[in-house]
């Protein structure tokens, strides 16, 4: 009686740990939700460094990611690239407009969430935490996980299997670019 009784506590268990898997990389409010956050590791000493991730929306919600914000950083802002010439660079935004029922991904090379003025370098395989701010959602407190240096996407997905023979990360964010206003 005793032991199954625990093993139905177990079985019980193992599917509540399931279920908060299943969601555990995903972050949402009032019809908001961040999927996916991650960012790459940085090299010692390195000042800067970028956080990627989805934002989705629900049917009836239109929302507006307007800033963010973390303890590793002395500033965070909400970056794009963009052709100039041959040349793409980085510009700061004011913020990211998400339609209602959509999706918008920030990857390399695209949209970003750029740490600056970093306190510590960021460790592969540790969990950054870092605070999204929309206009109205409101807070959302995400941990991104830290993939390796010149990682192109979440847990070894790649959404660019055209871009690679290009390291971003070194080109725009291993030191500081001259767009850069500290
Ligand atoms: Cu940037």
């Known amino acids: 009686m005793k032991r199954r009784y625990t093993l139905a506590v177990l079985a019980t268990l193992c599917a509540l740990a399931l279920n908060v898997d299943a969601r555990a990389h995903e972050f949402s409010a009032k019809g908001v939700s961040v999927a996916h956050p991650w960012a790459r590791a940085t090299p010692k000493g390195a000042k800067v460094g970028a956080a990627y991730l989805e934002i989705k929306t629900d049917e009836k919600t239109a929302d507006r990611l307007i800033g963010a914000k973390s303890s590793v950083a002395g500033k965070v802002e909400i970056h794009t690239h963009i052709h100039e010439g041959d040349v793409m660079k980085m510009r700061r935004i004011d913020g990211i407009d998400v339609k209602a029922g959509a999706s918008h991904v920030l990857k390399p090379s695209g949209d970003h969430v750029m740490l600056m003025d970093l306190k510590q370098p960021l460790k592969e395989g540790d969990l950054l935490k870092i605070t999204l701010i929309f206009e109205k959602a409101g807070e959302i407190d995400v941990d991104a996980t830290v993939e390796p240096m010149g990682a192109k996407g979440p847990h070894g997905m790649s959404h660019q299997p055209g871009h690679e023979g290009m390291d971003h990360s070194?080109?725009?964010?291993?030191?500081?670019?001259?767009?850069h206003k500290h």
């Open 170 to 179: 070194k080109m725009d964010h291993g030191k500081p670019a001259s767009e």
